[in-house]
Structure formats: structure tokens, C-alpha cells
């Protein structure tokens, strides 16, 4: 809606027709009900015949109710009625003054064809002051029009009367094109307004539903990432413990206390997560218990699990924001996970920390006797597709696939400049070369 082109001022409604239906009654009683005081009055010795009256009269109020639905056609009409009441002596100025500023201003308000508008008003506004320079002229030349003022001089009365006329007649047509035009862009602008409104509200829509599936997908790969681990650990010792507990009652009974453990850490991990749903608030002021600085601790579970895994950190540890750090936690996380799902028994894992110059990144890699990466699909791709996700919201990328020499690797890389803004203590970083 650029331009007045683009947009059409809508129809009135029902209301609006009978407004205007009962301003035509209205005006066309009061102009009868006027001709006949002013005609009581003696100002219009040659008042004109009754049904002359009837047509000038009639023609200028009563099509004004359908002023707003074809307003040129309306203001022609209530011009024809103009002339007629004034060129053959319709005792009624006021009304039909009232009638013909209504229709033009109406066409200016309500026109859609912008152009027609302009030039409707200009040619009646046009037409109407040569019609009362004419008069004046030849009012000018008779000695019965305007009795008793002097026409004597360039600057007698007359002329004089003349210019007031002229002026009144200007200021009455600009007037009507002034006020016509306001009420054309005002509505625009209404329109305009309203419109913006409800984009804004469906933005505010579409950015709410954006939201809930957001906190959806964050919620999804949370759960995600605390069941698949830990109940993944949890598996494994529980058959270790029931494989050993005839033969190795002391190995089964380390394997079920693991076991213990993992559901323990499990449980407390779920209750953060609902404690934070329940009162989104608490989320930034809860102290985090994960991070790269407990990858150690990852290693130790995942190798207290049957899976021998080592923790290389390369490179000077420094601070990086609390999202990030628990982003890439959780890629190393469910990498392990990962690894004993489906890298088979005997296989080992290494988990590398690098604080480079260009990035910050983490990568697992297995050994895996199961080396195809179509035996590393079966499963539901969930896990991968949460890494990404993860590392994907913190402006980093994931790569998983097969390595070259045998087993599988994960890399997730975060930029350096997306890992400076938040700092944190240093020493939590280092700990995790310990």
C-alpha cells in the first residue's frame, strides 16, 4: 500500500448507507423548509415556479445517499441542482451550499479511481466559477440586480462585492478538496495501520508457535541425551552383573553399584530438567554441574562401563560461555554412548579437548569392530541429529561418519569469536586436563 493506486477505500456498511440515507431526507426537508422562510423574506421577487423548486431541490439533497457509493455520479447530479436552484431563482442558498460541499468533499473521501476524483472536482469547481463570473458580469451591466450599491470606479462597491464572491467561491471549493483529501488519507493510513497490526499479530503468532517448538526440540534432546546415557550404562553393567554374579559376586556387585549410580545421576539430571520447566527463572541462576570440565568424568564412567577410553586435552584451556561448554558436554556424551551402543565389545575410544587458535572443539573416535557405517545407522539418528542441533544453536558444526583406518568419529568445532563473549573461570576449564 505504497501508493494510493494500491489501495481501495471499502464500501460502508449497512450503518453508513442509512447515515446517509437520512442526511438526504434531512437536507431535503430543511432546503424546502429554508425556500420558503427566504422566500417570506421578499428577497426573491421572481421566485421560480413549484416545480422547478422540486427539481433544483431535489436534485441537489436527495442523491446524496448514495453519495458514498458513486460519488461522482452524486456530485454531477447535486451540481445540476445547484445551477438550476441558482440560474432560475430557487429562493435557497444555505442547504444547497451545504448539499454541493458534501458531494465534492465525498468524492474526494470516497472516490477509488483517484485521477476521475481530481479531475471531477477540478471541472464542477472550474465550471461553477465561470458560471458566477458570468452572472456577476452581466449583473454588472442591469440596473435592476443589486439595487443601491455603486458601480462606479474600478474599486466601487461592486467590484468590491465581486472579489468577496470570487474569494468566498475559492476558499469554498479548496476548502471541499482540502478536507475531501485529508479524509481519503486518513483511512489510508488506518488501513495501513490495521494491517501492519495484524502482521504484527500473526508475527507474534507465528514467533510464539516458533517458540514452543524450540523449547520442544530443547526438552526432546535433553531427555535424550539423560536416558540414552545413562540408561545405556545402565544396561550394560546390569547384564555384566548378571553374566558374573555365580562366577564374580564382587564384580557383579561393583556392576550393580554403577548401575545405582547411573540412575541416581539420571533422576537428579530428570529433576533439573522439571525443576526448570516448572520455573523457567531458575534456569540462569542454577549452577551447572556439566561441562568440558567433567569430561574426565565422562571418561571414567565410560570406561567403568567396558569401554576403554583416554581424555587428550590439547592446547591452552581458557573460558568459554556456559552454553557453548554444555553443548559440546553433551556431544561428547552422547558420542560415548554411541560408542558402547554400537562400536561392539573390545572396542576403544578417545576423546580429545583442542583449544586452537580458529576454534574451540571436541572429537570421539572409536575403534569399533562393527565398521560400516550402515551398521551405525540403525539406529533412530536422533543422537546425531541432537548434536547438530546443539552445536548448530551455539553458530558451530558437527562432522560424523566412518573413520579411514577402522571405527567412528565425531568432531564438533565451535568458532574462537562465538567462544569469547562469556567469560568464566579459567580454572573450570583446566580442570578438565586433570
Known amino acids: 500500500m505504497e501508493d ?13 448507507l442509512r447515515a446517509d440515507i437520512a442526511l438526504a431526507l434531512v437536507l431535503a426537508l430543511a432546503s424546502v423548509t429554508t425556500a420558503l422562510l427566504y422566500q417570506r423574506t421578499g428577497m426573491y421577487p421572481g421566485a421560480a415556479e413549484p416545480w422547478v423548486w422540486a427539481v433544483g431541490l431535489g436534485l441537489t439533497t436527495l442523491p446524496l445517499a448514495l453519495r458514498r457509493l458513486y460519488p461522482v455520479p452524486v456530485a454531477i447530479i447535486v451540481s445540476i441542482g445547484f445551477f438550476v436552484c441558482g440560474q432560475f431563482g430557487v429562493p435557497e442558498v444555505l442547504i444547497i451550499n451545504i448539499a454541493l460541499f458534501c458531494a465534492l468533499y465525498t468524492v474526494g473521501a470516497w472516490e477509488r479511481r483517484r485521477a476521475l476524483a481530481l479531475w471531477v472536482r477540478l471541472g464542477i469547481g472550474v465550471a461553477m466559477m465561470v458560471w458566477i463570473t458570468v452572472v456577476l ?18 474599486f ?30 486518513s483511512a489510508r493510513q488506518q488501513a495501513l495501520l490495521e494491517a501492519q497490526g495484524r502482521e504484527l499479530d500473526l508475527e507474534r503468532q507465528t514467533s ?32 555384566a552383573a548378571r553374566r558374573s554374579i555365580e562366577r564374580d559376586p564382587a ?55 567396558g569401554t576403554p577410553t583416554t581424555l587428550i586435552v590439547a592446547g591452552e584451556p581458557r573460558p568459554i560461555p556456559m552454553l557453548v561448554d554444555v553443548a559440546l558436554y553433551r556431544v561428547v556424551q552422547e558420542a560415548l554412548t554411541n560408542v558402547r551402543k ?41 543422537g546425531l541429529q541432537g548434536m547438530r542441533e546443539r552445536i548448530g544453536a551455539v553458530g558451530g558444526t558437527v562432522h560424523a561418519g566412518r573413520r579411514e583406518r577402522g571405527g567412528f568419529i565425531v568432531r564438533a568445532c565451535v568458532p574462537n569469536e562465538l567462544t569469547s563473549a562469556h567469560p568464566r ?8 586436563a586433570s
Open 342 to 382: 554400537h562400536a561392539g565389545r573390545g572396542a576403544t575410544a578417545e576423546v580429545r579437548l583442542r583449544f586452537g587458535a580458529d576454534a574451540v572443539e571436541v572429537e570421539v573416535a572409536d575403534d569399533g569392530v562393527r565398521q560400516e557405517l550402515t551398521q551405525r545407522s540403525r539406529g533412530s539418528g536422533l
Open 251 to 305: 564384580r557383579a556387585v561393583a556392576a550393580l553399584g554403577v548401575v545405582e549410580e547411573s540412575a541416581g545421576t539420571a533422576v537428579d539430571e530428570l529433576r533439573r530438567l522439571v525443576g526448570t520447566l516448572r520455573d523457567p527463572a531458575k534456569e540462569g541462576s542454577a549452577p551447572t554441574t556439566i561441562g568440558v570440565a567433567h569430561l574426565s568424568e565422562l571418561v571414567a564412567e565410560a570406561q567403568s562401563s
Open 156 to 185: 466601487s462597491a461592486y467590484a468590491t462585492f465581486a472579489v468577496i464572491q470570487i474569494i468566498t467561491n475559492l476558499l469554498y471549493f479548496s476548502g471541499a478538496y482540502f478536507f475531501g483529501e485529508r479524509s481519503w488519507r
Open 425 to 432: 573461570a579459567a580454572a573450570a576449564a583446566a580442570a578438565a
Open 137 to 154: 458580469i452581466v449583473s454588472s451591466s442591469s440596473d435592476d440586480a443589486f439595487e443601491g450599491i455603486s458601480r462606479s470606479g474600478i
Open 4 to 16: 494510493h493506486a494500491e489501495w481501495s477505500r471499502p464500501s460502508p456498511g449497512r450503518s453508513g
Open 208 to 239: 510464539a508457535a516458533q517458540a514452543i517448538a524450540l523449547d520442544r526440540l530443547a526438552i526432546a534432546r535433553e531427555l535424550h541425551d539423560v536416558v540414552a546415557h545413562h540408561v545405556s550404562v545402565m544396561g550394560i553393567q546390569a547384564a
